[in-house]
């Protein structure tokens, strides 16, 4: 095959001319504004670039979509595991009870909904729509939480439907406290030096102190959320401080970003006993 | 006339196909640690048929378009690429003819040029370790494809003649 095509002196000249010509015009585009350059790549992108912008975001949702069942598998298997190691223990809680003579225990109810962040106002990153099964009927505040943590508050509810707060809101507020209960305190969204928005411990007594990396867990009290969630951890002591007691910056375990799926605490909910005459 | 206008079909046939696959697959590329850069060697391909001013103006237009999707380098992208269609097309009059052998060096060369200028314009400017090795990893990639493509090409030619 020839790839020889060398041409006349004169059409030599008229491609130096054309190149030099493009050239300049590629200077004077990077010298542009940064508004009119993007302008331009807006215009691109929304004409002759949106086919392949459009191919390539449905590329990525499809392995988004991949990864999340990957962890959705890996998290029904887990927590099958769980089920079965809690059997034995249901039935001896049943079996102490019955001999203490203490009623059924209440046993905390959730179900399984999407958490659609920014909807339905678009723009709004606090918020958040909650859809579940359209038979379940949540009474709101009800806590929502991810198999990590807690992710915010269900304010209202209609049907399967409801709107939400993530914990990032201003007016979210949650209580708190350690694993081995040597702390109680509120928590509530703090924005750091940094523009991070992180959580704030509040209403700690000044005498109590919390060593950093220490697991907050939701203490219960208030009834929008169940006992025992992971809330976060402890980084540091806070810079503010008033009067007898201090406050601690804490790292969230929940990101909103992170989040597709939520269980809202049905709050109350008896589950139906079960038969152990069997057993 | 026959042969000639066949030319122009399959290989602005493989060289349409090489710039859709690298729009596509863009965001995949720019991840590997090492991948073919199709743009360029579209670019180097098509510079092998088209005279040194309409391989210029088709590397302006690349080159904006490939800025319009990096969100960066409006401008000296389409300045590289239009220098690269340039000389691409003037040195290929220059170094060889014939020899398909040396389209592969041609492509090597060319797009490990390509890319250390595209990088070196990039919003962060890499080390000489990775202009030099991967660079050169990437042209040498990009050499396989594309010359890969070209050698097709030429077959499916060769054949009909």
Do not use: K
Not at chain 1, 56 to 64: H, L, N, V
Not at chain 1, 140 to 167: C, H, K, Q, Y
Not at chain 1, 253 to 273: D, F, H, K, M, T
């Amino acid at each position: 095959m020839r790839y020889l095509t060398v041409g006349r002196p004169e059409s030599q000249r008229r491609d130096l001319v054309l190149a030099v010509a493009l050239a300049f015009f590629s200077l004077f585009l990077a010298g542009l504004s940064l508004d009119s350059r993007l302008a331009i790549t807006e215009v691109l992108r929304s004409s002759i670039l949106a086919p392949f912008l459009g191919a390539q975001s449905m590329f990525a949702r499809g392995a988004d979509l991949s990864e999340q069942v990957a962890t959705l598998t890996t998290e029904r298997e887990v927590l099958a595991a769980r089920v079965l190691e809690a059997a034995d223990l249901e039935l001896e809680n049943q079996q102490l009870r019955a001999i203490a003579g203490l009623p059924e225990r209440r046993i905390s109810e959730f179900a399984v909904g999407e958490v659609i962040p920014g909807a339905p106002e678009a723009g709004v990153s606090h918020s958040f729509l909650f859809r579940t099964r359209d038979d379940v009927a949540p009474v709101t505040p009800a806590g929502i939480s991810a198999p990590d943590g807690v992710v915010g508050v269900l304010r209202t509810a209609n049907g399967g439907s409801g709107l939400g707060e993530f914990w990032t809101h201003p007016d979210f507020r949650v209580g708190v406290r350690t694993p081995s209960g040597s702390a109680t305190g509120i928590l509530r969204s703090f924005l750091a030096a940094d523009g991070e928005t992180m959580m704030l411990l509040e209403g700690i007594p000044f005498q109590t102190d919390i060593a950093a990396g220490t697991l907050l867990v939701t203490s219960g009290i208030g009834g929008v959320h169940p006992a025992g969630v992971p809330v976060g951890r402890v980084v540091e002591e806070a810079e503010t401080r008033s009067g007898w007691s201090h406050s601690f910056l804490v790292e969230p375990i929940v990101r909103p970003g992170q989040i597709r799926v939520g269980l809202v605490w049905l709050v109350g909910s008896v589950l139906p006993s079960q038969d152990t005459s069997s057993s | 006339m026959e042969t000639e206008r066949s030319t122009w079909v399959w290989s602005g046939f493989s060289i349409v196909v090489l710039l859709i696959l690298h729009f596509l697959l863009r965001p995949l590329f720019v991840r590997l640690p090492v991948a073919p850069n199709l743009l360029v060697g579209a670019l180097l391909l098509a510079t092998l048929r088209l005279r040194a001013g309409h391989a210029a103006l088709l590397g302006f237009s690349l080159g904006i378009l490939e800025a319009a999707m990096a969100l960066e380098g409006m401008g000296w992208y389409a300045l590289a690429l239009t220098v690269i269609g340039y000389v691409g097309a003037r040195s290929r009059d220059l170094l060889f003819a014939d020899a398909r052998f040396y389209v592969f060096g041609y492509l090597f060369l060319g797009t490990w040029l390509a890319e250390s200028v595209l990088l070196l314009l990039g919003t962060s400017p890499p080390g000489p370790v990775r202009l030099l090795a991967g660079g050169g990893a990437d042209a040498l990639l990009t050499a396989l494809v594309c010359g890969g493509v070209e050698a097709m090409t030429a077959s499916i030619l060769e054949r009909q003649v």
